[in-house]
């Protein structure tokens, strides 16, 4: 079987975590790492592949399937540029760029584009098989027309967390910016497309420049409402990382949920997977018995997983899961949460679309 060749840029945490992954797939080679410190090329020499200082080096020594972007977010843009013009499939890890406005500067120069190769943004989270169970129920109409959705992430960030990281705790830092991109993307691809949100914040508990926690009431397009708890100083294990087992390095609550999903019929709850519903629409009644059943599935690294659909994505045997637009809408939800947090207003997605245009 030929193996998918790629290029990781930038051999940071997240980027050691597509190495190792890269490196334990048969359908993958790991050809180069891209990163202009002296980091970049020790851990190229032990992996016994090609070193670059940056993606221009790299395309003009050898041709390669595909290209991992895994740098800090202020590069995500013009690295995504220079993968376009070599017309190389990209994956480009979450946010897709710092701001909304180079997102929107990046979608325009990708569609303006000689070339327009495959563009991928990791949320890997979509690729969870807890998702993907999800899914299947709620489009299967097991729980009726979505009426709400209860979110939380609520979890407690250690000292050394912000030590190691003194910007965590300036503007651009924060659990809104940090964290919420995740939770943005799962219910917009469990519920549907968000149209207006309205957030508070606090950051009493901490006194740093950025928030630390953060509640927030939701519109979507389809009528369904939704709220969100957000904290990163709660102690609490309401989280995803703590609840699904999906990274191995969280203390995991398994009787706990994150996530749960109302409809006009039933309700499921995210991870337990525990779906109540009524055994008929004449039936819906409080009055009434729920049938209480638990779907059954295995956990999955949704980071492997998001690499195999890459290489699928390359051989042109899928499209991307989360393209750019999505990447794009994520980033539009959470800049309004932002937005809305600072303003104390409601804010229209659509309307803060506009203001960038």
């Not at 584009?113 to 969870?128: D, E, I």
Request: charged share 20%; aromatic share 8%.
């Amino acid at each position: 079987m030929e193996k998918v060749s790629l290029a990781v840029v930038g051999n940071g945490l997240i980027g050691k975590s597509h190495i190792s992954r890269i490196l334990e797939l048969d359908h993958l080679s790991l050809c180069a790492i891209v990163n202009p410190g002296k980091s970049g090329a020790v851990l190229a020499s032990e992996l016994g592949v090609n070193h670059y200082s940056g993606l221009e080096e790299l395309f003009a020594a050898e041709s390669v399937d595909g290209v991992v972007i895994a740098t800090p977010n202020n590069l995500h843009a013009d690295q995504a540029r220079l993968c376009i013009d070599a017309n190389t499939a990209t994956l480009i890890e979450k946010p897709l760029t710092q701001s909304l406005f180079e997102a929107k500067s990046l979608l325009e120069y990708y569609e303006s584009a000689r070339h327009q190769p495959p563009m991928l943004v990791g949320h890997h989270r979509t690729y969870s098989s807890f998702i993907r169970r999800a899914g299947e129920v709620i489009r299967a109409g097991k729980i009726g027309q979505l009426t709400f959705v209860n979110g939380s992430a609520l979890f407690h960030k250690p000292a050394d967390y912000f030590q190691a990281g003194v910007w965590r705790k300036l503007k651009g830092g924060g659990p809104i910016l940090i964290n919420l991109i995740h939770e943005v993307g799962i219910m917009r691809y469990l519920v549907g497309e968000i149209q207006e949100v309205f957030a508070f914040s606090s950051s009493s508990a901490r006194g740093f420049e950025v928030e630390d926690s953060c509640t927030i009431a939701l519109k979507f397009e389809n009528g369904a409402l939704g709220s969100f708890a957000l904290s990163d100083v709660s102690a609490s294990t309401r989280s995803w990382e703590q609840t699904t087992g999906e990274n191995p390095s969280f203390w995991r609550d398994k009787q706990e949920a994150c996530y749960h999903i109302s409809g006009t019929r039933g309700s499921l709850s995210l991870p337990t997977m525990k779906l109540q519903s009524f055994p008929s629409d004449e039936l819906c009644s409080w009055l009434n018995p729920m049938n209480t059943s638990f779907e059954n599935l295995e956990v999955c690294d949704p980071l492997t997983e998001q690499l195999t659909s890459f290489a699928e994505v390359i051989k042109g045997r899928m499209d991307p899961k989360v393209s750019l637009y999505d990447g794009f809408a994520n980033l539009k939800v959470v800049e309004a949460i932002a937005t809305s947090a600072k303003r104390n207003k409601p804010i229209k997605i659509a309307d803060l679309e506009r203001s960038i245009s």
